[in-house]
């Protein structure tokens, strides 16, 4: 009996439904197909539809004979050389189906895009040969998530990204416009960026003064007692301040106010509220003696004196807060004391200028480098204490989006037909975003959150992108997920997290999230508007990679016994 081709037995709109006498007829060059291959079907018009098999079952006739039923669903038409999304243009019946060839494959993903805006960092899984472009400008442009189970290659991936979009260039010079700043909170990216603008506990410094005044307070202030005397006179002390340090100018003093990112000295604001703690009144009026005895009225004048003297409050009753702020005192000079704060509260973040703090974390790095500069900034958390993680990222986060903010206003103002918002955009890297951005209201998370939850609503309209890396998709702020429109998901086992993913597929390719548990490492669903498909794709080995790679378990463990040095242990622990 002769075998018949294969054939197509019923087109639905989002599906179509193949008939095969034998599996080898539908082999093209030795390619077995499997479960997501492309398939070709013509009609008599010169438009090809290419399909993508989702399942195969076989069927036995009565005569005993096996046919195999392939399931397929469109993904597009090529019509003169163009592949154009949607299916619904085939005219029926089909003629003919057969696999799709590789020229083809590329048309779908390579002829798709301007040359000027690939972007490439992966190929087609199971076909290298295949090289799967971006839209670069729609793929940064808005922001990304990569998500993916423990090891299934997310830190690479980011590697791979980061590293491709420093490396590309128009133009014959030594570094490009790319400015991206990392917060590695395992210590794994020095390896990966050995040319980095590299940030650690040992050379951070991060002015408290450039905290705004939900930071400051979650900082210095007990946030759970709600104590309306700490925080009036705390605010009174910082405003005060802020205008003693700022210098003469009046117009400039009358608009200072509590989240003003100039200058105050926070030694000074503890000495004014020990004095505060001291005051007594009389009639009404607050009096004050110094060290050699003089008295003076508490005025505005006066006030500067509250911060540098150890003063006693004169009178007979007691002022409004009198003995009331020891506790706040406390908490305040532990603060300043503690060593582990000093990258915020210590010498350096007193004497460092605005300029030069925007300037470090954006990549302008002096002579710490042969260019002066650098496209990435890695920041290692791994030291920072875990009280001022989340305002050391809200912070950082905040001076970034603000950057862009006040820099789209400078070159509007320099030219009022400027359209472009930003020509040096930034890219946030958050790796372990769920650690910064959760979906929880703990108060430890609220800045880090509220700072990042506004670049993802606004970022986009001062050049400012998020890239959010995460184990737990389900536990990362909705609001900065569903703002997200460029997904690499990898393998994901949890089923709630699947679920999370599966909502951005088009309904059409809801079943991808069925490959989702099996990818292997570096395996990847790519999704979002800057890709023509959602595609199953293989990242890009990274040219260095970052220190995450597996441990060889069983192979360490079958070796002789290793003496620990424990007491270089001690000392890292003890820095
Ligand atoms: N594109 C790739 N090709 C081949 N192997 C890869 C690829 N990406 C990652 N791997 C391998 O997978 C392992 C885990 O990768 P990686 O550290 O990036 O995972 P991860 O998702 O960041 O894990 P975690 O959530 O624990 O940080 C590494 O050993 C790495 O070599
Ligand atoms: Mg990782």
């Known amino acids: ?41 013509f009609d008599n018009d ?28 469109p993904l597009g038409l090529i019509k003169d050389d163009k592949f154009i999304r ?137 946030t759970e007692a709600n104590d309306h005397n700490q925080r009036n006179i705390f605010r009174e002390a910082v405003v005060n301040n802020r205008k003693l340090k700022v210098g003469d100018d009046q117009v400039v003093k009358e608009k ?30 607050i009096k004050w003696k110094d060290s050699v005895g003089e008295v003076f009225e508490d005025n505005e004048e006066n006030i500067s004196r509250l911060f540098v003297e150890n003063l006693e409050g004169i009178g007979t009753s007691n002022g409004g807060v009198n003995g009331k702020l020891i506790n706040f005192i406390n908490r305040l000079e532990n603060k300043i004391n503690d060593k582990r704060f000093d990258f915020l509260l210590g010498k350096a973040s007193k004497e460092v200028s605005f300029e030069d703090t925007l300037k470090n974390i954006l990549g302008y790095v002096g002579d710490k480098n042969a260019h002066g500069n650098s496209n990435v900034t890695v920041i290692d958390l791994s030291g920072v204490p875990f009280e001022v993680l989340s305002i050391t990222v809200s912070l950082i986060s905040r001076i970034i989006f603000e950057y862009g903010y006040f820099y789209k206003k400078s070159r509007y103002q320099l030219d009022p037909q400027e359209t472009l918002n930003n020509d040096a955009p930034v890219l946030l890297v958050y790796e372990e975003a769920h650690k910064y951005v959760p979906n929880s209201d703990l108060s430890k998370y609220r800045s880090s959150k509220k700072s990042i939850e506004r670049i993802a609503k606004e970022g986009r309209k001062y050049g400012v992108t998020l890239l959010l890396a995460s184990q737990r998709p389900s536990e990362i702020s909705e609001t900065i997920f569903s703002q997200c429109n460029n997904f690499i998901a990898m393998r994901l086992t949890n089923p709630n997290d699947q679920n999370y993913v599966k909502r951005l597929l088009p309904d059409t390719m809801g079943n991808l999230i069925e490959k989702m548990p099996s990818l292997q490492a570096g395996e990847a669903l790519l999704v979002g508007d800057s890709v023509v498909l959602p595609t199953i794709v293989q990242i890009d080995k990274c040219h260095t990679p970052p220190s995450s790679n597996d441990i060889p378990y069983w192979q360490l463990w079958k070796s002789e016994w290793k003496d620990i040095d424990i007491e270089k242990i001690k000392n890292e622990w003890y820095k």
């Not at 993508?52 to 076989?58: A, C, G, H, M, P």
């Not at 991206?180 to 909170?185: A, C, G, K, T, Y």
């Not at 004014?272 to 703690?277: A, E, G, S």
């Open 256 to 285: 200072l106010h509590f989240d003003s990112p100039t200058f105050f000295d926070i030694d000074e604001v503890l000495q004014y509220v020990k004095n505060r703690n001291n005051e007594r009144k009389k009639d009404n009026i």
């Open 46 to 73: 010169s438009a090809v539809l290419i399909v993508i098999i989702e399942n195969f079952s076989i069927e036995v006739t009565n005569e005993g004979e096996r046919k195999y039923i392939i399931e397929a669903i």
């Open 86 to 222: 949607g299916g619904d243009s085939i005219a029926i019946p089909p003629k003919k189906v057969e696999p799709a060839s590789e020229e083809e494959i590329k048309k779908i993903f390579e002829n798709s895009l301007e040359d000027e805006v690939k972007f490439s960092f992966s190929s087609l899984s199971g076909n290298p040969s295949i090289n799967i472009p971006v839209d670069g400008n729609k793929f940064f442009n808005k922001h990304i998530a990569i998500v993916g189970s423990t090891g299934s290659g997310k830190s690479h991936t980011l590697s791979t990204i980061l590293q491709s979009a420093i490396s590309e260039k128009n133009g014959d010079f030594t570094l490009n416009n790319s400015h991206i700043i990392l917060f590695d909170i395992h210590s794994e990216y020095k390896s990966a960026f050995p040319d980095a603008n590299f940030i650690d506990i040992s050379n951070l410094t991060m002015p408290y003064w450039l905290l705004n005044s939900e930071e400051l307070e979650v900082l210095f202030l007990d």
């Open 1 to 41: 009996m002769s075998k018949n081709q294969a054939e197509v037995i019923s087109v639905y709109p989002n599906r179509v439904k193949i008939s095969v006498d034998d599996l080898e007829d539908l082999k093209v060059a030795g390619e077995t197909l499997r479960v997501g291959s492309y398939l070709r079907v």
